[in-house]
DNA sequence: CTCGCGAATTAGCTGTAGCTAATCACCGTT
DNA sequence: AACGGTGATTAGCTACAGCTAATTCGCGAG
């Protein structure tokens, strides 16, 4: 097909897109990624994943040191977070223009991220006003890759009465994501925590008024910014 | 990559799609589509034409009898139409909806109608109420691939003093688009064919009232659709 | 210090779709 | 009827990105 240019500015394909946006994601939990996570996490063979960090390797955007996994270089980091507000801003454009289901567009933003020109994401980032955030609550990188670096945290881990606002809804399956939509768990909802009971696995949240009980699991992939006691009480 | 499956509803590849919709064009000046034509039009070489209209043919979308070029079976033409449906709603939004220009958008439509799903497609028509035509006045054909069929003649064919309404501008070439929009050469544009002296190829136009002076190759592609005499005037 | 296990890598294939170079086929002249 | 030229096809390669099977590596246990 095409000839998919050495160092310039040529956009990557899907697979090596995939792969840095895999690596930007799982060094979050940590740094050095294995490429058994990174074969998981994209469902493709541990072979197909020597070969490809070995392709990104050379092109710099990955380091790999022998034994300790791979990580982002600058360059790669910086292309990782150009997909991931391409991808955010495609998610706020399904969601807030063409109105589909916020549980549900995922899959597609994952395709058209590869390949929606600039020229139209511009165009679809302007006709939002310059979302700050995608449907989840994520925050959308600036046009040079910078990211608004948030202090956010478990649903979880609030302590028994504390009060919280939703901001992230960090998750890749839709049917979790649905659920949580159902029981009021969108970014922005106010939620206090009732009742904790760590060693029966147990959490019982006040969610907008509606009270929803838990396991941790449940609440995995929450994040929440604690509110103040004593804040404007809904 | 993906396995891309045999008969059954899984999209056809770029290159495949490319292929059909060509043909498909093709088709409308002749309808045997000599292979020749194919590589000129999508840019590749013969014997690559000739290994994708085998792998074509093997999957019952063209039709190839020996010495006589290829042609798409019903099949075929299907696939082409609802890919042309998809190019046009496409290009409706990027220019109703983000804005972009008229002239300009037919690459992103390109690259797009191969990546967006049938959900998002859907949402796009929704948002703009079901346009009939897209910006260069195309008709869009339905969501079975019907397409309605329109008595157009060539702008440079109209007798001297006819009156008629551009309906159709059909190009690829986004130079010569801008140049016609430049001198006001757009679906539903009143025209009236002031001078032609076919023998110097020299065509004097009236263009909602600015006079166009032009040779039958600036007009080529320009189909009008012509206007009762005594019909309201501008 | 060696063994074995699991993770990683190498070897070698598959499929898509492009390419060039070489060959073949048809058609109109001479 | 033979010849040449245009255009189509075959042969054989390239690149991407996946795969399985086989092999190697590194590290902890004995």
């Given at each position: 097909m095409v000839k998919p240019r050495s160092r310039t500015k040529v956009a990557l394909s899907r697979s090596r897109g995939d792969y840095l946006k895999a690596l930007y994601v799982l060094?979050?939990?940590?740094?050095d990624v294995a490429p058994s996570r990174l074969a998981a996490r994209l469902a493709v063979s541990a072979p197909s994943v020597t070969n490809m960090l070995r392709r990104l390797a050379a092109e710099g955007l990955v380091a790999r040191s022998r034994g300790a996994g791979a990580r982002l270089t600058a360059a790669g980091r910086h292309e990782a977070l150009i997909l991931v507000r391409r991808h955010r801003i495609l998610e706020a454009f399904l969601v807030r223009v063409l109105g589909l289901d916020w549980s549900d567009v995922h899959e597609d933003a994952e395709v058209l991220e590869h390949h929606v020109s600039d020229r139209v994401l511009d165009a679809l980032d302007r006709l939002m006003a310059h979302p700050s955030e995608d449907p989840h609550g994520h925050p959308i990188p600036d046009r040079r890759g910078r990211l608004a670096r948030r202090a956010l945290r478990p649903?979880?881990?609030?302590?028994?009465g504390a009060r919280a606002t939703v901001r992230e809804i960090r998750d890749r399956d839709r049917r979790r994501m649905a659920a949580w939509k159902q029981s009021g768990l969108v970014p922005g909802a106010r939620v206090r925590m009732?009742?904790?009971?760590a060693l029966d696995d147990v959490y019982e949240v006040d969610v907008e008024g509606r009270r929803l009980v838990t396991g941790s699991e449940g609440l995995d992939g929450v994040l929440v910014e604690p509110r103040r006691e004593g804040a404007h009480e809904r």
């Open positions: 060094a979050e939990t940590e740094p649903l979880a881990s609030l302590p028994r009732c009742d904790v009971r």
